[in-house]
T-cell receptor, first 112, second 120 residues
Framework: GNSVTQMEGPVTLSEEAFLTINCTYTATGYPSLFWYVQYPGEGLQLLLKATKADDKGSNKGFEATYRKETTSFHLEKGSVQVSDSAVYFCALTTGGGNKLTFGTGTQLKVEL | GAVVSQHPSRVICKSGTSVKIECRSLDFQATTMFWYRQFPKKSLMLMATSNEGSKATYEQGVEKDKFLINHASLTLSTLTVTSAHPEDSSFYIC????????????????FGPGTRLTVL
C-alpha cells in the first residue's frame, strides 16, 4: 500500500532561518506528491505539488523536488517568516479517485 | 480560493448519543467529498468517499453503520456518528472536490477546518 513518512516536530526556527522538512514515501504505482499547510484554526490548503519525477513544485517561497530515486519530496524554504508557523503535511495520491495518503504532519514554529 | 465549511467546529456529547457533522462547499459544487479522521500526532486517515446522489464508499475497517454519510446535494455532505462512545472522540475533517475524480488526473481537494468531537 501507500505510505508517507515525515519528520516529527515541532520544528522551531528563528525568523530568516533555512527550513527543511523531510518526507519520504512508498507507493504502488506512480504517485503525485503534495505538500499541504494547515494554519491555526483553518483547513488544510494545498501548498505545492509535483506530478512526475524531477518536477519541482514551488509556492510562497517554498520548494520541493520529486526525487524518484530516493522516493523523497523534501520541503524547503530559504528564509522563513513568523507567518509560516503552521503544520505541514506531505501527501501522495496514485489516482484511483484521488484518494490522498498523508504523513503525520510537522509543526513549524518560527520565532522572532 | 474555494471555501469549505464545517459545522459544528466543536461538539461534546454523552456516550450513546448520535452526532451530525455538516460539510459545505460554499462557492463551488462538489461532486465528491471525503471524510477524514485525525488522531493526535497521527496522519489524517481517510474514512470514506462520497459522491453526490450515491452511497458512500468506506475504507477498510470503517464501520458504515457507525459512521453514516449522506451527500444529498452538490454542496452538502453530512457525517453522523451513531451511538457515539469515548473511542470515537477525534478530529473529523472533510474535503470537497470538483470533477469526477478521473483516474488519470488530480482534482484538488479543498479542506474544511475540522470538527473536534469529544464523547464523555
Amino acid at each position: 500500500g501507500n505510505s508517507v513518512t515525515q519528520m516529527e516536530g515541532p520544528v522551531t526556527l528563528s525568523e530568516e532561518a533555512f527550513l527543511t522538512i523531510n518526507c519520504t514515501y512508498t507507493a504502488t504505482g506512480y504517485p503525485s506528491l503534495f505538500w499541504y499547510v494547515q494554519y491555526p484554526g483553518e483547513g488544510l490548503q494545498l501548498l505545492l505539488k509535483a506530478t512526475k519525477a524531477d518536477d519541482k513544485g514551488s509556492n510562497k517561497g517554498f520548494e520541493a523536488t520529486y526525487r524518484k530515486e530516493t522516493t523523497s519530496f523534501h520541503l524547503e524554504k530559504g528564509s522563513v517568516q513568523v507567518s509560516d508557523s503552521a503544520v505541514y503535511f506531505c501527501a501522495l495520491t496514485t489516482g484511483g479517485g484521488n484518494k490522498l495518503t498523508f504523513g503525520t504532519g510537522t509543526q513549524l514554529k518560527v520565532e522572532l | 480560493g474555494a471555501v469549505v465549511s464545517q459545522h459544528p467546529s466543536r461538539v461534546i456529547c454523552k456516550s450513546g448519543t448520535s452526532v451530525k457533522i455538516e460539510c459545505r462547499s460554499l462557492d463551488f459544487q462538489a461532486t465528491t467529498m471525503f471524510w477524514y479522521r485525525q488522531f493526535p500526532k497521527k496522519s489524517l486517515m481517510l474514512m470514506a468517499t462520497s459522491n453526490e446522489g450515491s452511497k458512500a464508499t468506506y475504507e477498510q475497517g470503517v464501520e458504515k453503520d457507525k459512521f453514516l454519510i449522506n451527500h444529498a446535494s452538490l454542496t452538502l455532505s453530512t457525517l453522523t456518528v451513531t451511538s457515539a462512545h469515548p473511542e470515537d472522540s477525534s478530529f473529523y475533517i472533510c474535503s470537497a472536490q470538483t470533477g469526477g475524480g478521473v483516474e488519470a488526473s488530480y482534482n484538488e481537494q479543498f479542506f474544511g477546518p475540522g470538527t473536534r468531537l469529544t464523547v464523555l
